[in-house]
Structure formats: C-alpha cells, structure tokens
C-alpha cells in the first residue's frame, strides 16, 4: 500500500507538469474562479444580498463550492484521454503497483481543485469576502469541500474509465453537476420558489455542502447541513469507489 502511494504521488507530480508547459490550461485553471466570482457576485448578487456585502458573503461559498465540484469532470476526462491515447497501456509495462496510475490521476486532480479554491478565497477577499470564524472553522470548511470533490472524483473517474470516447464522459459529467449546482441553494436561498424545486434544494447534497462552508467561514454554522455533507460524501465513496476499482481492471488487463 506505502509503495502504491508513493508511485501514485510520483504519476500526479507527472500528471502536474504539463500544466507547467500549458499556458492556456493553467489559465483556465486560475482565472474560472475570477470570471464566476465576477458574475454572480456582481451581475446575480442582487437576488441573494439586498447589497454587495451581503450578496459576497452569501454567494462567495457557493462559487467555491460550484467550481471544485465542476473540476471533478476532469478526472474522467483525462482518464479517458489517457485510455485513449494508450498511456495506460504504457503504465502496464513498467514495475509499479496497478493501482498506482489511478491514484495519481485522482491525487493530482485533488491538488488542482485546492489550487481552485485558494484561487477562489484570494478573489473572494479582493471583492470584500472575510471569514469571519476561527482558521480552524476555515479549514475545516475547505477540507469538507475536498473530500466531498474527492468522491465525486471517484465517480467522474468511473464514468471515464466506462465512456466511450472523451466528449461523450464530458457530456455525462457536465449533465449530472448542472443541475446538482445550479439547482441548488449554493446562489439563492430556497425561498419564494416553486413547491418543487424547494423540495430539490432540500434534498440535494450541494445545498448542504454550500450550507455547511457558508456557516465555516462565516458563521452561524447549522451542523446537521456538515452531518448531512458527510453522510452524501460516505455514500458516494461507498458507491463510486468499487465500481471505478472494477472498471479500471476490466479496463486495464
């Protein structure tokens, strides 16, 4: 298992380097949290705030949120490019534990979504966001949101491994957040809105999560939305992890 690790975190740093040599990727990978930030803050901002204080300080967790998990699509995505273009194939000839290029894939995909939300704090703060809780509060908020992002990684990863081609995992991927994100309460709070998309908001794992980081960083924290979070984040490992384990060995014989 210690050896599996350390070939996992020796693929990540080698799936980390082309970000190096690829100006527009590592672009869209530090600029995505400015341009969401920009337009729900400042151009949706009234519908959650009456002011811009308070639209920042209700919107700023849910851009977070939104953007870490919409970056787990990029761990089926580079799965399936990999698969495609016989990286993997490679990997099989060489002396490293099987499981080793999958767990790089998924520790190199967690390092970029914490690069997303530093990214997302430093723009938050530019824009008037503060926490106003204890820096344990705050980690704590930021470590709730990646092991929510690592699941869903799992999930996106099994997607992958089973899709086709890249643009149909893309599809997928992009069909299940959507509405996991946008139909939740991370952008407006669930009033004054139809029966049944309050019903959704209550249920959705995202509204939780966007609940449970708002009241880390700024207060006013209603615990059972991070026993809830916890809760979702158990079952999808639960669910996603085997079967991702399973499609990476039919996969990669």
Do not use: C, E
């Not at 050896?3 to 020796?10: E, F, I, K, M, R």
């Not at 530090?30 to 308070?54: E, H, K, S, T």
């Not at 705050?138 to 996106?156: E, K």
């Amino acid at each position: 298992m210690t050896t599996a690790l350390s070939q996992g975190l020796t693929l990540a740093w080698r799936s980390l380097v082309p970000l190096r040599n690829n100006p527009g990727q590592l672009f869209g990978l530090l600029f995505q949290p400015v341009f969401m930030i920009v337009i729900f803050v400042y151009l949706f901002g009234g519908a959650a705030g009456g002011d811009r204080a308070g639209a920042v300080a209700y919107m700023l967790p849910g851009v977070l949120v939104q953007v870490a998990l919409m970056a787990t699509i990029t761990t089926g995505m580079n799965l399936a490019t990999d698969l495609g273009n016989g990286v993997f194939d490679r990997f099989r000839t060489m002396p490293i534990a099987r499981s080793a290029p999958l767990l790089g894939r998924i520790l190199a995909d967690l390092l970029t979504m914490l690069i997303t939300i530093a990214m997302s704090l430093a723009v938050g703060y530019a824009v008037g966001f503060r926490v106003t809780t204890s820096p344990f509060a705050a980690l704590a908020g930021i470590g709730l949101v990646l092991l929510m992002t690592m699941a869903l990684s799992w999930g996106s990863a099994w997607i992958g491994l089973v899709a086709k081609s890249v643009t149909s995992m893309q599809g997928v991927g992009t069909a299940v957040l959507l509405p996991l994100t946008f139909g939740s309460s991370a952008f407006v709070p669930a009033t004054d809105l139809p029966g049944w998309l309050t019903w959704w908001m209550g249920v959705n794992p995202v509204s939780h999560l966007a609940g449970a980081l708002r009241g880390l960083l700024g207060g006013g924290l209603a615990t059972h939305d991070v026993w809830i979070t916890l809760g979702w984040t158990a079952g999808l490992l639960a669910l996603f992890f085997p079967l991702a384990l399973r499609a990476y060995n039919r996969r990669v014989r």
